[in-house]
């Protein structure tokens, strides 16, 4: 390769012809030199300056990859306790701004022909981001409570539940039993246990009920515990996040427990999911008045899988009937899962 600067060769005597060789030699190899630095680049790799592939590169912001996509960090928090064999999710990766609602107009436009006041919120666990819909009271839990009542018992017992509480446990989340989540109400102190295990948690709009007999209700007065879609994130994140009140084992248990409720209560959260997808939720259902015309229905849970990591808190009053408000929320869960994919 010509470097535009070859100069004319002149007939001199000995000493000068060494003399010359002398610099020629030196001059070459100063050539040699920049020409391999030129193409190895400072670091030895083969230079990309001015390539296609290396000005991508090069203009790419960090973080993401060269489709677009977000790329991942690896997981920088470790779990406490035995460590957990439930698959892993991404939950250290970096936030996403401008990421479109989940919960935007096609949610919007459904609910404002439905019956009820329906309160909603979104956490995709991939990019901290949440979205929240509806507004409002702090509305009646149901048999949602149960959770809250599981995880005060565990972060009670850190040597392990008794054979009892496992069993009452089990029927409480997997079956929703009323006698087994009054047993374990009782069991941790009742609105108190619970009050100080929120107040651990994070939780800041959740009060629980004062009676479990509640004068002019024939239900377990638990279920008038009031929250918000809010907290109800907060409270799975507990489940499903390391670094909380609950050991990994923990954890593990009581998402094992959600994963694996009885079929005809799977609804909601798991709505439009397909299967192969793990899905942990725990729904209720309570009539609030004696004609039953009144029904809160709730569902929360975790789905993950198919692309998708997110926890989502539903509650619904007001409906007409059980079904109705079972329809209603199983339609806003699968309008969910279609929009984060």
């Given at each position: 390769m010509a470097d535009g600067s070859t100069r004319?060769?002149?007939?001199?005597?000995?000493?000068?012809?060494?003399?010359?060789?002398?610099?020629?030699?030196?001059?070459?190899?100063?050539?040699?030199?920049?020409?391999?630095?030129?193409?190895?680049?400072?670091?030895?790799?083969?230079?990309?300056?001015?390539?296609?592939?290396?000005?991508?590169?090069?203009?790419?912001?960090?973080?993401?990859?060269?489709?677009?996509?977000?790329?991942?960090?690896?997981?920088t928090v470790a779990a406490s306790g035995p460590?957990?064999?439930?698959?892993?999710s991404p939950h250290e990766t970096a936030k996403?701004?401008?990421?479109?609602?989940?919960?935007?107009?096609?949610?919007?436009?459904?609910?404002?022909?439905?019956?009820?006041?329906?309160?909603?919120?979104?956490?995709?666990?991939?990019?901290?981001?949440?979205?929240?819909?509806?507004?409002?009271?702090?509305?009646?839990?149901?048999?949602?409570?149960?959770?809250?009542?599981?995880?005060?018992?565990?972060?009670?017992?850190?040597?392990?539940?008794?054979?009892?509480?496992?069993?009452?446990?089990?029927?409480?989340?997997?079956?929703?039993?009323?006698?087994?989540?009054?047993?374990?109400?009782?069991?941790?102190?009742?609105?108190?246990?619970?009050?100080?295990?929120?107040?651990?948690?994070?939780?800041?709009?959740?009060?629980?009920?004062?009676?479990?007999?509640?004068?002019?209700?024939?239900?377990?007065?638990?279920?008038?515990?009031?929250?918000?879609?809010?907290?109800?994130?907060?409270?799975?994140?507990?489940?499903?996040?390391?670094?909380?009140?609950?050991?990994?084992?923990?954890?593990?248990?009581?998402?094992?427990?959600?994963?694996?409720?009885?079929?005809?209560?799977?609804?909601?959260?798991?709505?439009?999911?397909?299967?192969?997808?793990?899905?942990?939720?725990?729904?209720?259902?309570?009539?609030?008045?004696?004609?039953?015309?009144?029904?809160?229905?709730?569902?929360?849970?975790?789905?993950?899988?198919?692309?998708?990591?997110?926890?989502?808190?539903?509650?619904?009053?007001?409906?007409?009937?059980?079904?109705?408000?079972?329809?209603?929320?199983?339609?806003?869960?699968?309008?969910?899962?279609?929009?984060?994919?």
């Amino acid at each position: 390769m010509a470097d535009g600067s070859t100069r004319r060769r002149r007939v001199r005597g000995p000493a000068f012809t060494v003399v010359s060789t002398v610099v020629a030699v030196i001059a070459l190899a100063a050539a040699l030199g920049i020409l391999y630095f030129a193409f190895r680049g400072p670091s030895g790799g083969a230079a990309r300056a001015g390539t296609a592939a290396g000005s991508a590169a090069a203009a790419r912001p960090s973080g993401q990859s060269s489709a677009g996509t977000l790329a991942t960090a690896p997981a920088t928090v470790a779990a406490s306790g035995p460590a957990s064999t439930h698959p892993a999710s991404p939950h250290e990766t970096a936030k996403v701004t401008g990421q479109a609602s989940p919960l935007g107009p096609a949610v919007q436009s459904y609910l404002a022909d439905r019956d009820g006041a329906v309160r909603v919120a979104v956490y995709d666990l991939a990019t901290g981001q949440e979205w929240s819909l509806g507004d409002g009271a702090a509305q009646a839990e149901a048999s949602i409570v149960k959770v809250d009542v599981l995880e005060t018992l565990l972060s009670q017992r850190p040597d392990g539940l008794t054979a009892s509480d496992q069993a009452l446990a089990q029927e409480m989340i997997e079956d929703s039993d009323n006698d087994a989540a009054t047993s374990l109400w009782d069991e941790v102190g009742g609105a108190t246990g619970i009050g100080d295990y929120n107040t651990q948690a994070g939780l800041t709009q959740t009060t629980p009920s004062p009676c479990v007999e509640c004068a002019g209700f024939a239900w377990p007065g638990w279920g008038l515990t009031t929250t918000t879609p809010a907290d109800q994130i907060v409270l799975l994140r507990r489940l499903v996040e390391p670094g909380g009140p609950l050991t990994s084992a923990e954890r593990q248990y009581g998402l094992s427990l959600m994963e694996n409720v009885t079929a005809d209560q799977a609804w909601g959260v798991s709505g439009g999911v397909p299967a192969g997808v793990t899905v942990a939720l725990k729904n209720g259902w309570l009539p609030l008045n004696a004609a039953d015309t009144d029904w809160q229905i709730n569902s929360i849970g975790w789905v993950s899988g198919g692309g998708r990591d997110y926890l989502l808190a539903m509650l619904s009053t007001g409906n007409p009937d059980e079904q109705y408000g079972i329809d209603t929320l199983n339609a806003v869960g699968s309008m969910v899962w279609s929009a984060l994919g």
